[in-house]
């Protein structure tokens, strides 16, 4: 079991950059793709992206394509999550999860460990 802890949230501006650090335990990092969604209010937890578990792939959905990217240093067991040209629209708690099949089924049924969540929101 991974243990993950979100950072970096917080309120900026539309047209802002954001970037969200996931610090996880253990030495068995590397052995999960990771991956990151977002639950707004009165909405359903969505997919935002994931990455392989060694970093050489990545998937996003339509909605934040080109503006997100995901990363993952291994060495220092923190995935992260570069968010540019914010929009009102992108304002959610975000969640950093972990799963050893997230990459290629990025989905809520495949995330085996999840974070407390950060705050992200985007004002107009």
């Known amino acids: 079991q991974v243990q993950l802890v979100e950072s970096g949230g917080g309120l900026v501006q539309a047209g802002d950059s954001l970037r969200l650090s996931c610090a996880a335990s253990g030495r068995t990092f590397s052995n999960y793709a990771m991956g990151w969604f977002r639950q707004a209010p009165g909405k359903a937890r969505e997919f935002v992206a994931t990455?392989?578990?060694?970093?050489?792939?990545?998937y996003y959905p339509d909605s934040v394509k080109g503006r997100f990217t995901i990363s993952r240093d291994n060495a220092k067991n923190t995935v992260y999550l570069q968010m540019n040209s914010l929009k009102p629209e992108d304002t959610a708690v975000y969640y950093c999860?972990?799963?050893?099949?997230?990459?290629?089924?990025?989905?809520?049924?495949?995330?085996?460990?999840w974070g407390q969540g950060t705050q992200v929101t985007v004002s107009s």
């Open positions: 999860a972990a799963g050893s099949l997230l990459y290629t089924m990025p989905t809520m049924t495949a995330v085996s460990s």
């Open positions: 990455i392989s578990r060694s970093g050489g792939n990545t």
